[in-house]
Protein backbone atom coordinates (compact mmCIF):
# COMPACT_ATOMS: atom_id res chain seq x y z
CA UNK A 1 0.00 0.00 0.00
CA UNK A 2 1.10 3.69 -0.99
CA UNK A 3 2.25 5.69 1.91
CA UNK A 4 -0.71 8.77 2.27
CA UNK A 5 1.22 11.96 1.79
CA UNK A 6 -0.82 15.68 1.75
CA UNK A 7 -1.10 18.33 3.45
CA UNK A 8 -0.65 18.20 7.41
CA UNK A 9 -1.20 22.24 8.08
CA UNK A 10 -1.99 25.22 6.07
CA UNK A 11 -2.32 28.81 7.02
CA UNK A 12 -2.26 32.02 5.20
CA UNK A 13 -2.08 35.93 5.55
CA UNK A 14 -3.00 38.46 3.65
CA UNK A 15 -2.00 42.92 3.02
CA UNK A 16 -2.69 45.16 5.76
CA UNK A 17 -5.56 47.54 3.97
CA UNK A 18 -8.50 46.38 1.50
CA UNK A 19 -10.24 48.39 -0.41
CA UNK A 20 -13.70 47.80 -1.39
CA UNK A 21 -15.14 47.30 -4.74
CA UNK A 22 -17.77 50.27 -4.27
CA UNK A 23 -14.79 52.93 -4.02
CA UNK A 24 -12.98 51.66 -7.24
CA UNK A 25 -16.54 51.84 -8.58
CA UNK A 26 -17.25 55.18 -7.42
CA UNK A 27 -13.99 56.35 -8.91
CA UNK A 28 -14.62 54.44 -12.46
CA UNK A 29 -18.51 54.97 -12.83
CA UNK A 30 -18.31 51.30 -12.85
CA UNK A 31 -22.28 49.74 -12.37
CA UNK A 32 -21.44 47.90 -8.72
CA UNK A 33 -23.14 45.07 -10.24
CA UNK A 34 -20.60 44.19 -12.69
CA UNK A 35 -17.81 43.75 -9.56
CA UNK A 36 -20.54 41.74 -7.00
CA UNK A 37 -22.38 39.70 -9.49
CA UNK A 38 -20.21 39.95 -12.72
CA UNK A 39 -17.27 38.82 -11.73
CA UNK A 40 -17.86 37.85 -7.87
CA UNK A 41 -15.73 40.50 -5.94
CA UNK A 42 -16.51 42.68 -2.93
CA UNK A 43 -13.01 43.31 -2.09
CA UNK A 44 -9.45 43.61 -2.50
CA UNK A 45 -6.29 43.22 -0.53
CA UNK A 46 -3.69 45.90 -0.76
CA UNK A 47 -0.20 45.46 0.95
CA UNK A 48 1.50 47.92 2.86
CA UNK A 49 4.37 49.97 1.33
CA UNK A 50 6.40 47.81 3.57
CA UNK A 51 4.67 44.60 2.40
CA UNK A 52 5.55 42.35 -0.17
CA UNK A 53 5.66 38.51 -1.20
CA UNK A 54 8.42 37.91 1.21
CA UNK A 55 6.73 39.31 4.66
CA UNK A 56 3.12 37.84 3.46
CA UNK A 57 5.07 34.67 3.07
CA UNK A 58 6.68 34.59 6.53
CA UNK A 59 3.96 35.81 8.28
CA UNK A 60 1.57 32.89 6.46
CA UNK A 61 4.41 30.03 7.54
CA UNK A 62 5.46 31.41 11.03
CA UNK A 63 2.09 29.83 12.78
CA UNK A 64 2.70 26.61 11.06
CA UNK A 65 6.50 26.57 12.67
CA UNK A 66 5.17 28.00 15.96
CA UNK A 67 2.50 25.06 15.79
CA UNK A 68 5.56 22.20 14.34
CA UNK A 69 8.79 23.11 14.90
CA UNK A 70 11.52 23.02 12.29
CA UNK A 71 13.21 19.79 12.90
CA UNK A 72 11.98 17.50 10.06
CA UNK A 73 11.92 20.34 7.62
CA UNK A 74 14.48 19.88 5.22
CA UNK A 75 13.08 22.01 1.57
CA UNK A 76 11.70 25.18 1.15
CA UNK A 77 9.90 25.63 -1.78
CA UNK A 78 8.47 29.44 -2.56
CA UNK A 79 6.18 29.81 -5.64
CA UNK A 80 4.99 33.07 -7.02
CA UNK A 81 4.65 34.89 -10.39
CA UNK A 82 5.33 38.44 -8.57
CA UNK A 83 9.28 37.64 -8.03
CA UNK A 84 11.28 40.32 -6.03
CA UNK A 85 14.86 39.41 -7.25
CA UNK A 86 15.98 37.54 -10.66
CA UNK A 87 18.33 35.35 -8.68
CA UNK A 88 17.96 34.62 -5.35
CA UNK A 89 14.69 32.79 -3.85
CA UNK A 90 12.50 34.85 -1.33
CA UNK A 91 12.40 31.54 0.13
CA UNK A 92 15.99 32.57 1.33
CA UNK A 93 14.78 35.37 3.25
CA UNK A 94 11.85 33.87 4.48
CA UNK A 95 14.05 30.85 5.73
CA UNK A 96 15.81 33.47 7.82
CA UNK A 97 12.68 35.27 9.03
CA UNK A 98 11.68 32.07 10.69
CA UNK A 99 14.02 30.81 11.99
CA UNK A 100 15.09 27.39 10.35
CA UNK A 101 17.93 25.76 9.98
CA UNK A 102 21.28 26.17 8.08
CA UNK A 103 20.41 21.92 6.97
CA UNK A 104 17.49 23.06 4.23
CA UNK A 105 16.96 23.20 0.49
CA UNK A 106 15.30 25.99 -0.32
CA UNK A 107 14.22 27.10 -3.96
CA UNK A 108 11.54 29.43 -6.35
CA UNK A 109 9.25 27.90 -8.58
CA UNK A 110 7.60 29.96 -11.29
CA UNK A 111 5.17 28.85 -14.22
CA UNK A 112 2.30 32.16 -13.50
CA UNK A 113 -0.71 30.78 -10.75
CA UNK A 114 0.35 27.44 -10.80
CA UNK A 115 3.26 27.49 -9.51
CA UNK A 116 2.21 26.48 -6.20
CA UNK A 117 0.51 23.11 -7.28
CA UNK A 118 3.73 21.91 -9.08
CA UNK A 119 5.48 23.15 -5.59
CA UNK A 120 3.22 20.64 -3.43
CA UNK A 121 3.72 17.47 -6.26
CA UNK A 122 7.33 18.24 -6.31
CA UNK A 123 7.01 18.19 -2.32
CA UNK A 124 5.17 15.07 -2.33
CA UNK A 125 7.74 13.15 -4.44
CA UNK A 126 10.64 14.13 -1.52
CA UNK A 127 8.45 13.10 0.86
CA UNK A 128 7.88 9.84 -0.73
CA UNK A 129 11.94 9.50 -1.40
CA UNK A 130 12.03 10.61 2.61
CA UNK A 131 9.15 9.61 4.92
CA UNK A 132 10.48 11.42 7.84
CA UNK A 133 11.05 14.87 6.03
CA UNK A 134 8.68 17.36 5.95
CA UNK A 135 8.78 20.26 2.80
CA UNK A 136 7.51 23.45 3.73
CA UNK A 137 5.27 25.22 0.26
CA UNK A 138 4.53 28.93 0.53
CA UNK A 139 2.80 30.33 -2.17
CA UNK A 140 2.76 33.80 -1.63
CA UNK A 141 1.65 36.65 -5.00
CA UNK A 142 0.53 40.35 -5.13
CA UNK A 143 -1.28 40.81 -8.10
CA UNK A 144 -0.89 43.98 -9.88
CA UNK A 145 -2.76 44.86 -13.03
CA UNK A 146 -2.63 48.67 -14.54
CA UNK A 147 -4.43 51.43 -13.44
CA UNK A 148 -7.76 51.57 -15.23
CA UNK A 149 -7.51 48.57 -16.72
CA UNK A 150 -10.21 45.84 -16.95
CA UNK A 151 -7.98 43.23 -14.86
CA UNK A 152 -7.50 46.55 -11.82
CA UNK A 153 -10.59 45.08 -10.43
CA UNK A 154 -8.96 41.81 -10.17
CA UNK A 155 -6.00 42.97 -7.75
CA UNK A 156 -5.20 41.12 -4.85
CA UNK A 157 -2.58 39.92 -2.61
CA UNK A 158 -2.19 36.59 -0.36
CA UNK A 159 0.22 34.02 0.82
CA UNK A 160 -0.75 30.53 1.94
CA UNK A 161 1.68 28.47 3.68
CA UNK A 162 1.46 24.11 3.41
CA UNK A 163 3.53 21.83 5.48
CA UNK A 164 3.57 18.51 3.30
CA UNK A 165 4.11 15.90 5.36
CA UNK A 166 3.73 11.68 5.82
CA UNK A 167 -0.02 11.20 7.37
CA UNK A 168 -1.57 14.26 7.36
CA UNK A 169 -3.85 15.62 9.32
CA UNK A 170 -6.21 17.71 6.55
CA UNK A 171 -5.97 16.27 3.07
CA UNK A 172 -4.65 13.58 1.66
CA UNK A 173 -3.29 14.31 -1.93
CA UNK A 174 -3.85 11.18 -4.72
CA UNK A 175 -2.39 9.84 -8.16
CA UNK A 176 -3.26 10.21 -10.58
CA UNK A 177 -3.51 14.19 -12.29
CA UNK A 178 -4.52 15.44 -15.38
CA UNK A 179 -2.40 17.78 -16.92
CA UNK A 180 -2.66 19.97 -19.39
CA UNK A 181 0.08 22.41 -21.52
CA UNK A 182 -0.35 24.85 -23.82
CA UNK A 183 1.64 27.71 -25.61
CA UNK A 184 -0.86 30.70 -25.06
CA UNK A 185 -0.09 34.35 -24.71
CA UNK A 186 -3.24 34.83 -22.32
CA UNK A 187 -1.44 36.62 -19.30
CA UNK A 188 2.28 37.54 -18.85
CA UNK A 189 5.12 39.90 -17.17
CA UNK A 190 7.83 40.99 -18.95
CA UNK A 191 10.90 41.41 -16.44
CA UNK A 192 11.08 44.83 -17.05
CA UNK A 193 7.67 45.67 -16.14
CA UNK A 194 5.72 45.55 -12.49
CA UNK A 195 2.57 45.12 -13.68
CA UNK A 196 0.66 42.20 -15.39
CA UNK A 197 -0.46 42.32 -19.22
CA UNK A 198 -3.57 40.32 -20.07
CA UNK A 199 -5.81 39.39 -22.71
CA UNK A 200 -8.39 39.13 -20.65
CA UNK A 201 -11.27 37.39 -23.03
CA UNK A 202 -8.86 35.15 -24.56
CA UNK A 203 -6.79 34.11 -20.57
CA UNK A 204 -11.33 33.08 -19.78
CA UNK A 205 -11.03 31.00 -23.08
CA UNK A 206 -7.54 29.68 -22.24
CA UNK A 207 -8.46 28.53 -18.98
CA UNK A 208 -11.92 26.99 -19.83
CA UNK A 209 -9.53 24.51 -22.87
CA UNK A 210 -7.16 23.80 -20.17
CA UNK A 211 -9.98 22.61 -18.09
CA UNK A 212 -11.75 20.10 -20.79
CA UNK A 213 -7.40 19.60 -21.16
CA UNK A 214 -6.92 18.14 -17.70
CA UNK A 215 -10.26 16.90 -17.19
CA UNK A 216 -9.58 14.71 -20.31
CA UNK A 217 -6.12 13.36 -19.08
CA UNK A 218 -7.40 12.68 -15.44
CA UNK A 219 -10.24 10.72 -17.19
CA UNK A 220 -7.80 8.65 -19.29
CA UNK A 221 -5.17 8.32 -16.52
CA UNK A 222 -8.20 6.60 -14.68
CA UNK A 223 -9.20 9.53 -12.18
CA UNK A 224 -12.43 9.55 -10.02
CA UNK A 225 -15.58 9.92 -11.83
CA UNK A 226 -16.97 13.34 -11.29
CA UNK A 227 -19.70 12.35 -9.30
CA UNK A 228 -17.84 11.51 -6.88
CA UNK A 229 -16.51 15.00 -5.56
CA UNK A 230 -17.81 16.55 -2.44
CA UNK A 231 -16.39 20.08 -3.88
CA UNK A 232 -14.77 21.58 -6.01
CA UNK A 233 -11.50 24.06 -5.63
CA UNK A 234 -10.74 26.24 -8.62
CA UNK A 235 -8.00 28.73 -9.43
CA UNK A 236 -10.00 31.91 -8.82
CA UNK A 237 -8.52 35.16 -10.53
CA UNK A 238 -12.04 36.13 -9.60
CA UNK A 239 -14.58 33.99 -8.08
CA UNK A 240 -16.83 34.11 -10.89
CA UNK A 241 -14.56 32.22 -12.65
CA UNK A 242 -14.81 28.88 -10.69
CA UNK A 243 -18.81 29.15 -11.75
CA UNK A 244 -17.75 29.62 -14.94
CA UNK A 245 -15.08 26.75 -14.82
CA UNK A 246 -17.35 24.24 -13.36
CA UNK A 247 -20.40 24.64 -15.93
CA UNK A 248 -17.94 24.44 -18.09
CA UNK A 249 -16.57 21.20 -17.10
CA UNK A 250 -20.32 19.61 -16.38
CA UNK A 251 -20.94 20.39 -20.10
CA UNK A 252 -17.85 18.82 -21.14
CA UNK A 253 -18.95 15.91 -19.48
CA UNK A 254 -21.99 15.82 -21.01
CA UNK A 255 -24.23 16.96 -17.77
CA UNK A 256 -27.05 19.56 -17.64
CA UNK A 257 -25.85 22.32 -15.67
CA UNK A 258 -28.18 23.38 -13.29
CA UNK A 259 -27.07 26.60 -11.02
CA UNK A 260 -27.87 25.32 -8.15
CA UNK A 261 -25.69 21.97 -8.64
CA UNK A 262 -22.91 24.71 -9.62
CA UNK A 263 -23.27 26.82 -6.43
CA UNK A 264 -22.62 23.44 -4.12
CA UNK A 265 -19.93 22.31 -5.95
CA UNK A 266 -17.83 25.83 -5.59
CA UNK A 267 -19.85 28.27 -3.70
CA UNK A 268 -17.97 27.66 0.01
CA UNK A 269 -14.63 27.78 -2.06
CA UNK A 270 -14.91 31.02 -2.78
CA UNK A 271 -15.85 32.85 0.65
CA UNK A 272 -11.77 34.10 1.01
CA UNK A 273 -11.16 35.07 -2.52
CA UNK A 274 -13.98 37.14 -2.88
CA UNK A 275 -12.59 39.66 -0.32
CA UNK A 276 -8.95 39.16 -0.77
CA UNK A 277 -9.30 39.36 -4.80
CA UNK A 278 -6.78 37.11 -6.84
CA UNK A 279 -3.47 35.70 -5.02
CA UNK A 280 -2.29 34.01 -7.90
CA UNK A 281 -0.39 31.07 -6.52
CA UNK A 282 -2.26 31.20 -3.66
CA UNK A 283 -5.74 31.14 -4.94
CA UNK A 284 -6.88 28.01 -4.95
CA UNK A 285 -5.40 27.24 -1.91
CA UNK A 286 -6.86 29.59 -0.35
CA UNK A 287 -10.40 28.12 -1.93
CA UNK A 288 -9.41 25.39 0.04
CA UNK A 289 -9.28 27.01 3.10
CA UNK A 290 -12.33 28.78 2.96
CA UNK A 291 -14.50 25.12 2.15
CA UNK A 292 -12.54 23.22 5.00
CA UNK A 293 -13.42 26.00 7.26
CA UNK A 294 -17.11 26.50 6.62
CA UNK A 295 -18.22 23.17 4.96
CA UNK A 296 -20.17 20.59 6.78
CA UNK A 297 -17.74 17.58 7.98
CA UNK A 298 -16.03 16.28 4.98
CA UNK A 299 -14.08 13.60 6.73
CA UNK A 300 -13.27 11.33 4.28
CA UNK A 301 -14.29 13.00 1.23
CA UNK A 302 -13.07 13.77 -2.25
CA UNK A 303 -12.01 17.44 -3.59
CA UNK A 304 -11.56 18.02 -6.35
CA UNK A 305 -8.58 20.77 -7.63
CA UNK A 306 -8.05 22.85 -10.68
CA UNK A 307 -4.55 24.49 -10.70
CA UNK A 308 -4.29 26.97 -13.48
CA UNK A 309 -1.53 29.04 -14.87
CA UNK A 310 -1.57 31.30 -17.95
CA UNK A 311 0.95 30.58 -20.60
CA UNK A 312 -0.53 28.00 -20.06
CA UNK A 313 -0.11 24.98 -17.75
CA UNK A 314 -3.18 23.13 -15.45
CA UNK A 315 -3.46 19.85 -13.46
CA UNK A 316 -6.47 18.51 -12.11
CA UNK A 317 -6.33 16.38 -8.91
CA UNK A 318 -8.32 15.01 -5.95
CA UNK A 319 -7.24 15.22 -1.92
CA UNK A 320 -9.34 13.51 0.13
CA UNK A 321 -9.83 15.33 3.36
CA UNK A 322 -8.66 13.29 6.66
CA UNK A 323 -11.06 12.24 9.18
CA UNK A 324 -10.52 14.46 12.61
CA UNK A 325 -9.43 17.42 10.33
CA UNK A 326 -11.83 20.10 11.87
CA UNK A 327 -9.56 20.03 15.18
CA UNK A 328 -6.51 21.30 13.04
CA UNK A 329 -8.03 24.25 11.37
CA UNK A 330 -6.71 27.95 11.64
CA UNK A 331 -10.60 29.02 10.96
CA UNK A 332 -10.49 32.22 13.39
CA UNK A 333 -7.01 33.28 12.73
CA UNK A 334 -8.20 32.76 8.96
CA UNK A 335 -11.24 35.22 9.55
CA UNK A 336 -8.72 37.12 11.59
CA UNK A 337 -6.72 37.88 8.93
CA UNK A 338 -9.06 39.00 6.74
CA UNK A 339 -11.30 41.42 9.24
CA UNK A 340 -7.99 42.30 10.78
CA UNK A 341 -7.35 44.80 7.43
CA UNK A 342 -7.55 48.36 7.46
CA UNK A 343 -9.65 50.11 4.75
CA UNK A 344 -8.42 52.20 2.62
CA UNK A 345 -9.84 55.39 0.52
CA UNK A 346 -9.13 55.18 -3.09
CA UNK A 347 -6.25 58.04 -3.04
CA UNK A 348 -4.35 55.99 -0.49
CA UNK A 349 -5.13 52.97 -2.74
CA UNK A 350 -3.68 54.90 -5.36
CA UNK A 351 -0.39 55.81 -3.56
CA UNK A 352 0.21 52.50 -2.37
CA UNK A 353 -0.14 51.08 -6.33
CA UNK A 354 2.41 53.69 -7.52
CA UNK A 355 4.34 52.91 -4.68
CA UNK A 356 8.03 52.05 -5.96
CA UNK A 357 11.51 52.20 -4.60
CA UNK A 358 14.55 54.39 -6.35
CA UNK A 359 17.05 52.13 -8.41
CA UNK A 360 20.07 54.25 -7.75
CA UNK A 361 21.55 52.35 -4.72
CA UNK A 362 21.17 54.70 -1.90
CA UNK A 363 19.59 53.57 1.48
CA UNK A 364 15.54 54.15 1.22
CA UNK A 365 13.44 53.52 4.39
CA UNK A 366 9.90 52.36 3.57
CA UNK A 367 6.94 54.15 5.85
CA UNK A 368 6.13 51.96 8.49
CA UNK A 369 2.46 50.85 7.76
CA UNK A 370 2.23 47.35 8.56
CA UNK A 371 1.21 46.32 11.56
CA UNK A 372 2.20 42.57 10.74
CA UNK A 373 5.02 39.85 12.33
CA UNK A 374 7.34 41.11 9.65
CA UNK A 375 8.29 44.17 7.47
CA UNK A 376 10.46 45.16 4.71
CA UNK A 377 12.26 48.21 6.48
CA UNK A 378 13.91 49.67 3.04
CA UNK A 379 16.33 48.52 0.72
CA UNK A 380 20.07 49.90 0.73
CA UNK A 381 23.04 49.21 -1.82
CA UNK A 382 19.76 47.68 -3.81
CA UNK A 383 19.52 44.87 -0.95
CA UNK A 384 16.19 44.66 0.97
CA UNK A 385 16.52 44.86 4.52
CA UNK A 386 13.56 42.92 6.28
CA UNK A 387 12.62 43.17 9.92
CA UNK A 388 11.19 40.90 12.71
CA UNK A 389 8.62 42.22 15.65
N1 LIG B 1 -24.39 43.53 -13.30
C1 LIG B 1 -24.09 42.21 -13.33
N2 LIG B 1 -23.16 41.69 -14.19
C2 LIG B 1 -22.54 42.53 -15.03
C3 LIG B 1 -22.83 43.91 -15.05
C4 LIG B 1 -23.80 44.41 -14.14
N3 LIG B 1 -24.11 45.69 -14.09
N4 LIG B 1 -22.05 44.48 -16.00
C5 LIG B 1 -21.29 43.48 -16.54
N5 LIG B 1 -21.59 42.32 -15.96
C6 LIG B 1 -20.99 41.01 -16.19
C7 LIG B 1 -20.74 40.70 -17.65
O1 LIG B 1 -21.90 40.19 -18.29
C8 LIG B 1 -19.64 39.65 -17.52
O2 LIG B 1 -20.20 38.41 -17.15
P1 LIG B 1 -19.97 37.10 -18.05
O3 LIG B 1 -18.48 36.96 -18.22
O4 LIG B 1 -20.54 36.01 -17.21
O5 LIG B 1 -20.66 37.39 -19.32
C9 LIG B 1 -18.83 40.14 -16.32
O6 LIG B 1 -19.67 41.05 -15.62
C10 LIG B 1 -17.54 40.84 -16.68
O7 LIG B 1 -17.85 41.80 -17.64
P2 LIG B 1 -16.88 42.07 -18.89
O8 LIG B 1 -16.49 40.77 -19.52
O9 LIG B 1 -17.48 43.12 -19.73
O10 LIG B 1 -15.64 42.66 -18.08
P3 LIG B 1 -14.26 43.22 -18.58
O11 LIG B 1 -14.08 43.03 -20.03
O12 LIG B 1 -14.14 44.58 -18.04
O13 LIG B 1 -13.19 42.31 -17.84
C11 LIG B 1 -12.03 40.41 -17.12
C12 LIG B 1 -13.39 41.10 -17.18
C13 LIG B 1 -11.62 39.98 -18.51
C14 LIG B 1 -12.12 39.20 -16.22
C15 LIG B 1 -10.98 41.41 -16.56
O14 LIG B 1 -11.27 41.70 -15.22
C16 LIG B 1 -9.56 40.94 -16.64
O15 LIG B 1 -8.88 41.11 -17.64
N6 LIG B 1 -9.04 40.29 -15.55
C17 LIG B 1 -7.69 39.80 -15.48
C18 LIG B 1 -7.52 38.52 -16.25
C19 LIG B 1 -8.17 37.33 -15.59
O16 LIG B 1 -8.46 37.33 -14.41
N7 LIG B 1 -8.38 36.27 -16.38
C20 LIG B 1 -8.94 35.03 -15.87
C21 LIG B 1 -8.42 33.80 -16.57
S1 LIG B 1 -6.62 33.82 -16.55
C22 LIG B 1 -6.20 33.20 -15.01
O17 LIG B 1 -6.99 32.61 -14.35
C23 LIG B 1 -4.81 33.44 -14.52
C24 LIG B 1 -4.81 34.61 -13.61
O18 LIG B 1 -4.92 34.45 -12.41
C25 LIG B 1 -4.65 35.95 -14.18
Not at 78 to 85: G, K, L, Y
Not at 205 to 212: C, D, F, N
Not at 319 to 335: F, S
Request: proline share 4%; aromatic share 10%; hydrophobic share 40%.
Amino acid sequence: MSISIGIHDLSFATGQFVLPHTALADHNGTEIGKYHVGIGQESMSVPAADEDIVTLGAAAAAPIIARHGTDRIRTVVFATESSIDQAKAAGVYVHSLIGLGSATRVVELKQACYGATAALQFAIGLVRRDPAQEVLVIASDVSKYELESPGEATQGAAAVAMLVATNPALVRIEDPSGLFTADVMDFWRPNYRDAALVDGQESIGAYLQAVEGTWKDYAEQDGRRLEEFAAFCYHQPFTKMAYKAHRHLLNYCGYDTDNDDITRAVGQTTAYNTVIGNSYTASVYLGLAALLDQADDLSGRPVAFLSYGSGSVAEFFAGTVVAGYREHLRTKANREAIEGRTPVDYAGYRELHEWTFPTDGGDHATPEQTTGPFRLAGISGHKRIYQTR
